[in-house]
């Protein structure tokens, strides 16, 4: 495809198939239909933004790294000439130095955003205590309303928790079947499965 094509965005938004998958990050359009089955993140997410302008989320979610545009950049098609919503300016020197320190603070801590010991004690000991916490109010602590209760109020906080924690991570784009939190949270829906599945037993 020659690289001094010009598209409109109601050309882009036509091209969202994975045969013709087409995305614009910063006013330059990109065919990312080869490239599908090798994105990191994952095939799905790259099918949802076929035929969209994703600047932003690109730009959240490679922010550390410029190997994500140096691999789109082998993907060049043309320029997008029309949008169909506002466009943002370049990011400004707030965004750069606070991204820099973060960063700096990963680096230096020899930490991974992305995978963590500390990610994956909250990944299974929440989902764990839910569990633990349906049981103790349905067997253990069947004798005490009061100490039903406060299991129940327990296990409804952790199942909070795992909602803006586990279902959140899993949800990510970045985190995918590649990656630990998908698999967490599927053993997360495995585990409720089991205990509604033998609180029908016990029920009957």
Wanted: net charge positive.
């Amino acid at each position: 495809m020659s690289t001094n094509r010009k598209f409109s965005w109601e050309e882009l938004s036509s091209l969202n198939q994975k045969h013709n998958a087409h995305v614009a990050v910063r006013g330059k359009v990109y065919d990312v239909s080869q490239f599908l089955s090798r994105h990191p993140g994952g095939t799905d997410i790259l099918i949802m933004a076929a035929g969209k302008d994703v600047t932003i989320p690109f730009e959240c979610y490679h922010t550390f790294s410029d190997r994500a545009l140096k691999t789109l950049n082998k993907y060049y098609a043309g320029e997008l000439v029309s949008n169909k919503y506002p466009t943002f300016p370049e990011f400004g020197s707030f965004y750069t130095t606070t991204r820099d320190r973060v960063q700096k603070y990963f680096e230096s801590t020899n930490q991974d955003p992305k995978n963590s010991p500390w990610m994956w004690l909250r990944y299974f000991t929440m989902p764990a205590m839910m569990v633990f916490l349906w049981f103790a109010q349905m067997f253990w602590l069947r004798h005490s309303i009061l100490l039903s209760c406060v299991a129940a109020v327990f296990m409804g906080w952790f199942s909070a928790l795992s909602a803006m924690v586990n279902h959140h991570d899993a949800s990510g784009p970045p985190l995918t079947s590649r990656c630990g939190s998908t698999t967490a949270y599927h053993l997360q829906l495995k585990l409720v499965e089991e205990s509604v599945a033998s609180s029908s037993v016990s029920s009957n």
